[in-house]
């Protein structure tokens, strides 16, 4: 079982950054990839960035094309957090944005993940 909780949302003004957080309980965290995903209201639910493990190299990221240059993932083993840097922000990045671990399948496919936190809300005004 892994357990997440995200922190880091809040409201921020079109160009604007925040920096999102996840912390990882349960399994020992550096063994399966972590990802991103983000929903609007009236919005399924939309893949954004995923990062890979590997013990022996840096791990792979993977971004939705939508964000990509703009946001950038990363993990920190040493302190079981994965975290989504966001520059750049506009309106539509407007989203509950949550944490997932552990995927099976095709990664940009929510039902791929079986652990998610509960979610963080993101607003960016225009």
């Known amino acids: 079982q892994v357990q997440l909780v995200e922190s880091g949302g809040g409201l921020v003004q079109a160009g604007g950054s925040l920096r999102l957080s996840c912390a990882a309980s349960?399994?020992?965290?550096?063994?399966?990839?972590m990802g991103w995903f983000r929903q609007a209201p009236g919005k399924e639910r939309e893949f954004v960035a995923a990062?890979?493990?590997?013990?022996?190299?840096?791990?792979?990221?993977f971004y939705a094309d939508s964000v990509k240059g703009r946001f950038t993932i990363s993990r920190d083993n040493a302190k079981n957090t994965v975290y989504l840097q966001m520059n750049s922000l506009r309106p539509e990045d407007t989203a509950v944005y949550y944490c997932?671990?552990?995927?099976?399948?095709?990664?940009?496919?929510?039902?791929?993940?079986?652990?998610w936190g509960q979610g963080t809300q993101v607003t960016v005004s225009s």
């Open positions: 997932a671990a552990d995927p099976s399948g095709d990664y940009k496919e929510s039902v791929a993940w079986p652990y």
């Open positions: 349960g399994r020992t965290f550096g063994n399966y990839p």
């Open positions: 990062i890979t493990w590997s013990t022996w190299s840096s791990p792979s990221t």
